[in-house]
């Protein structure tokens, strides 16, 4: 069975940091580009980020570029996404997702003081 | 970077219908095209990939169509659940686009 499983989110104030995980199991994680996609409250989908299947090339939405950055660690099956400098729009759920197959169940992050 | 266009934004239908949603790209992406389904409080499903290409696992209800700029899912026989809101995705290079949305509601 196929799980990605999202943790990390929470309360943080605007400036803050956050780093959420995402940790997949049921299919092969090392041969799989992974993604970050975020929904704000009562809002669409939005493209965050992807890294490549070997970890070698990252991508970014204009609204998150220099301050979120994406990595993944094969030997534990984990994906990540480091937030810095987080701001009140970047509150939302968000989904780490094997983007055209599977996707975790999300992590809502919320910036407020 | 490539704009995608999803009509309408909500549509209300019966039970038994059939229902077309529409995507269209600011410029050709191929068949780089995907679509979502999404339930409340819920992580999108994927239906269909590459345009017409149907996930597997997923009701033959749903179709897709289209190449270039203009994309159509189709849900054939509407049943309550799916009234739902679905989404297309533009996938061909970075950064990839979401449709703005459709939400199917219970006419």
């Known amino acids: 069975e196929v799980q990605l499983v999202e943790s990390g989110g929470g309360l943080v104030q605007p400036g803050g940091s956050l780093r959420l995980s995402c940790a997949a199991s049921g299919f092969t994680f090392d041969n799989s580009a992974m993604s970050w996609v975020r929904q704000a409250p009562g809002m669409g989908l939005e493209w965050v980020s992807t890294i490549t299947d070997s970890g070698g090339s990252t991508y970014y939405a204009d609204s998150v570029k220099g301050r979120f950055t994406i990595s993944r660690d094969s030997s534990k099956n984990t994906l990540y996404l480091q937030m810095n400098s987080l701001r009140a729009e970047d509150t939302a759920v968000y989904y780490c997702a094997k983007l055209l197959n599977y996707w975790g169940q999300g992590t809502l992050v919320t910036v407020s003081s | 970077d490539i704009q995608m266009t999803q009509s309408p934004s909500s549509l209300s239908a019966s039970v038994g219908d059939r229902v077309t949603i529409t995507c269209r790209a600011s410029?050709?992406?191929?068949?780089?095209l995907a679509w979502f389904q999404q339930k409340p409080g819920k992580a999108p499903k994927s239906l269909i990939f590459?345009?017409?290409s149907l996930q597997s696992g997923v009701s033959s209800k749903f179709s897709g169509s289209g190449s270039g700029t203009d994309f159509t899912l189709t849900i054939s026989s509407l049943q309550p659940d799916d009234f739902a809101t679905y989404y297309c995705?533009?996938?061909?290079?970075?950064?990839?686009?979401f449709g703005q949305g459709t939400r199917l509601e219970i006419k």
């Open positions: 590459a345009a017409s």
């Open positions: 410029q050709g992406i191929s068949n780089y």
């Open positions: 995705l533009y996938y061909k290079s970075y950064p990839f686009t």
